[in-house]
Structure formats: C-alpha cells, structure tokens
C-alpha cells in the first residue's frame, strides 16, 4: 500500500455509480442499451435553463460566489423561510457528507431505516461512527422502530423521504411524532431528494416543523425533479445554527458558477418543471400499473422509479434485462430499481422483464 491511509478510508467501499449503457452494451455484445439506473429523468434543460447555463460559460474564467448568495436567496424565497436557513452544497449528497462531517466523532452513532440510500453507511464509515440499522417495516421507514433505536450516542438519523430504493413515503404527522420523540440532540437529516414527485397527500410542507425543531434538517436538490444531475447543486434547510456549522466544511467553490446560473432559471420556471414533474408521474403509475396487471406486488411508488423486491434473485434478473439492453439497479439479495424514463424506454422494460426468466411476485 502507498502512503499510509487511515484505516477506515481503506476499508471504505469505492461508491457503485448506476452502471452505463456502454457497459451494458460492451459486456453483453449488444447495441441500443438505455440506461433506468440512476434515478435522472428523461428530458435536456429548460430553454431558460440551457440560456442561463451558456450566458456563464463566458464567466468560467472565475471562481463562483462561494457562499452562492443569490441562489440561497431564491431557494429562501421559493421556500418561504429566511435566507440564514439556507446553504447549498456540491449535490444533496455533499450536504450529506457535510452532516457527517460537521456533527460526529468516532464511536457516535448514526441510525437510518435498512435499505435505504447507500451513501448514509459510506459516510458513517468515513467518520468512523457505528452505523444503527434498522429493517424497513413494509418497504416503508419505520419512524416508530427508528425512534426507539435513538440512543444518547446518536448524532444523526438519516430519513429518506422518498426512500431510495423502495420509493415509499412516510407521512408529515408521522415526522412530526418522530421529531418529538427523539432528544434535540440528535441531528434528524430528512433527505427530500425526490419530493417534487410525491402524490401521497399525506406527505405536506415540511418546512413548517422547523419552526418547532431545532434539530431538523431538510435537504433536496436539483439533480432529480430539476433535471440538473450533472451540475451538481444541493441544498440544505435548517436552523442558522446548524446551517452556519455545516457550511463550515464545505470545499472552496464546490458549487460551481454554471451550477448556481442553472439552478436559479430553473427556480424561476417551476411552473415548466412542473410539468415535466406531472409527465413522470403519469409514466410512474402506468408501469406500476402495467406491472401490477402482469401479477407483481409494487410498493406505492411516490419517486421517480419503482421498486421490484425480487430477493436472492436479484442480481440475476438485472443481468438478465441488461441482456434485453435495459440497465436497472440491482440491490444484491434484495431488489430491482427502475428508474422511470421516457414512454419508449418504460415499454422496453416491461416487453424485456415479461421475457425475463422470473415469475411476478
Ligand atoms: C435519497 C437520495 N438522496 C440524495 C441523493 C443525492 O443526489 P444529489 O447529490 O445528486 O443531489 C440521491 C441520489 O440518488 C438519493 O437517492
């Protein structure tokens, strides 16, 4: 080994991106493999937003605003809370790794519901804190069993609300039962990454709670609804306090000029966003439908993919539809996560699993 890492980083798993259609295509010998792995959506930017994106590419010469004022400003005024609740960080999950960061130590503990979003073991490891695990409850986070499993050694709980991978939501009130039961000490991280394609009328503002809890959270980005995965903006909403702690380990400049253009022209066409938002969620409820039709059992599907807990057979099936050119993410022994794309790709996943080896269930 070169150098001398510390010992944690060394036994840190490398992240597994959503694997490329030129993989799947180079492994399997075949062409016109599309990609449904990693949560994006379907559609190029905005008109306003690809402006906004080549009006900065003449600034690029110069380092962006660090503290990306005019964005945090917009994101307070589109959220309706003060600007000092607000920061931006290098996607959400550079927010995340901030949290991780900012608030524990080697030995704190750090609970999240079981599966969820793979970077939450990453960054616990990375911090040397114990991970607290606990099993979903129906696809769903089970805030009842998370609260109990809270310890005066836990510094963060992370929620996802969607879950990734199984897209389940937990409702506002349930949150807010949560965030009364748990001591203020302990940091509640509420990762909305996907809330812009939440049907489920039980999920509302949340934003309202922190009004109430000090010790909350919220992170959402522009990767997902937004459409702007590749420019790599987050944002984070919390108490000034907490928000002031976590900006101070944010890496100089991380989110950058084209970034900070892109994500404002796209707060100002919401409307536009929207929409495409609505066509997502259209698409989503045809292929639960369709799946549900051929006899599998899909949980409410409340994001931007849906979710096929096949188990042990996982691995296999995906391997399976990337043969049929159609790249999904396989969560080993326990699932399938498919990200919902354009008509044409949802149809080539359902013709390619209804010729897949597996029987619904
Ligand atoms: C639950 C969840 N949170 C956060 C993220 C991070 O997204 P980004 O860093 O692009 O904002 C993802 C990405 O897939 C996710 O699934």
Redesign the pocket.
């Known amino acids: 080994m070169t150098g001398r890492p510390r010992p944690a980083i060394a036994e840190l798993p490398a992240y597994r991106p959503g694997r490329s259609a030129a993989a799947a295509e180079a492994d399997h010998g075949i062409s016109d493999a599309i990609k449904l792995a ?2 994006e959506i379907p559609f190029g930017p905005l008109p306003s937003v690809a402006g906004a994106i080549a009006s900065g590419i003449e600034h690029v010469n110069l380092y962006a605003d660090h503290r990306a004022t005019a964005l945090r400003e917009d994101i307070a005024t589109a959220m309706g809370v003060d600007v000092a609740q607000v920061t931006v960080g ?5 927010l ?1 790794q901030q949290f991780a960061l900012t608030y524990c130590d080697r030995g704190d503990e750090v609970a999240m519901c079981w599966p ?2 793979e ?1 939450y073991p990453v960054f616990a490891m990375l911090v040397e804190a114990e991970q607290v695990r606990v099993p979903l409850r129906a696809e769903t986070f089970d805030l009842d069993a998370l609260a109990a499993a809270v310890t005066p050694n836990t510094k963060i709980v992370f929620i ?1 609300n ?3 991978p199984t897209g389940t939501v937990v409702g506002t009130d349930e949150v807010e039962v949560f965030l009364d039961r748990v001591p203020s000490t302990c940091l509640v991280v509420l ?1 909305e ?2 809330a812009e394609f939440v049907t489920d009328p039980a999920v509302t503002d949340t934003t309202r709670l922190l009004d109430v809890h000090d010790n909350l959270v919220i ?1 959402r ?4 609804a937004h459409g702007l ?1 590749g420019l ?3 944002y984070a909403i919390g108490h000034p306090d907490v928000i002031a702690m976590v900006d101070r380990t944010l890496v100089p400049f991380a989110v950058n000029e084209l970034g900070q253009r892109a994500a404002r022209a796209s707060l100002a066409a919401s409307d536009e966003m929207r929409q495409r938002v609505g066509d997502v969620v259209v698409e989503r409820r045809r292929v639960a439908d369709a799946l549900g039709a051929e006899g599998w059992t899909v949980a409410d599907a409340q994001a931007n993919f849906v979710w096929l807990p096949v188990g042990d057979v996982a691995a296999d099936v995906a391997v399976q539809l990337e043969r049929r050119g159609v790249v999904t993410r396989a969560f080993p022994d326990v699932g399938i996560r498919v990200t919902i794309g354009d008509p044409v790709a949802n149809d080539r996943f359902l013709a390619a699993l209804a010729d897949c080896d597996i029987t619904p269930r």
């Open positions: 990693s949560n290098n996607g959400s999950v550079g995340l969820s979003f970077a996802a969607p879950n990734n990762d990454a996907y992170t980005t522009f990767s997902k995965a790599r903006v987050g």
